[in-house]
């Protein structure tokens, strides 16, 4: 017999591995170190995370938490990442939205503190459907006032600068949020090479 729950279960594993590889590439790419950062995908009204306090290099699919959207009941043993609060709240706002990548990538985290949009020098950006990359109000990192701002600012965004903090990017795969973190990253590293020389204004220094 074919139920709704065999095709989701027939769909979590194959999602989990790719959330695991996923975490493990952010790692090697710099993008993330020890345990911070944090990945999801959404099945099926059911999200699965990174745990909390877990090395990249150690994590196994069986070692992620699985969360109801809806009601944030826990579905595993594992504990989550702290930063649930912001997943759930991009997949409360975003139906299309299918994971969910957070990282404190240097150069985009460090462009998080000017308060300013990080604008597409290279076609990185666009190429991955993103325009300039707005920073929106961070927040200590765990809360529900952090989780409401970054849920806020991707309503109608792929990715956005949380102040202070680091980069939220979304996507309708694993791949594309993390292609999309990674891009950000990117143009925030060639932003900073450039910063005052060729640049346009908005990315020079006041
Ligand atoms: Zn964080």
Do not use: K
């Amino acid at each position: 017999m074919t139920s709704s729950a065999d095709s989701v279960a027939s769909t979590v594993d194959p999602v989990r591995g790719q959330i695991v590889d996923a975490a493990r590439r952010l790692a090697a790419q710099g993008l993330v170190i020890g345990t911070t950062g944090n990945v999801s995908a959404r099945i099926a009204g059911r999200v699965w995370i990174t745990p909390t306090r877990t090395p990249y290099a150690a994590l196994r699919p069986d070692d992620l938490a699985g969360v109801e959207v809806a009601s944030g009941r826990r579905l595993s043993a594992a504990t989550p990442s702290m930063e649930l609060p912001l997943h759930l709240a991009v997949y409360r706002t975003r139906s299309d939205v299918r994971a969910v990548v957070h990282t404190h990538s240097p150069h985009a985290t460090a462009w998080s503190f000017l308060d300013r949009p990080l604008a597409p020098t290279t076609e990185d950006l666009t190429y991955h459907g993103l325009g300039p990359v707005e920073t929106c109000a961070g927040g200590p990192p765990g809360t529900q006032a952090l989780a409401t701002s970054v849920g806020r600012a991707l309503r109608s965004e792929h990715a956005v600068l949380v102040a202070g903090h680091g980069v939220v990017a979304v996507g309708d795969t694993v791949e594309l949020a993390v292609a999309r973190a990674a891009a950000v990253e990117h143009v925030a590293q060639i932003a900073w090479l450039l910063r005052h020389e060729a640049l346009p204004a908005v990315h020079r220094q006041r």
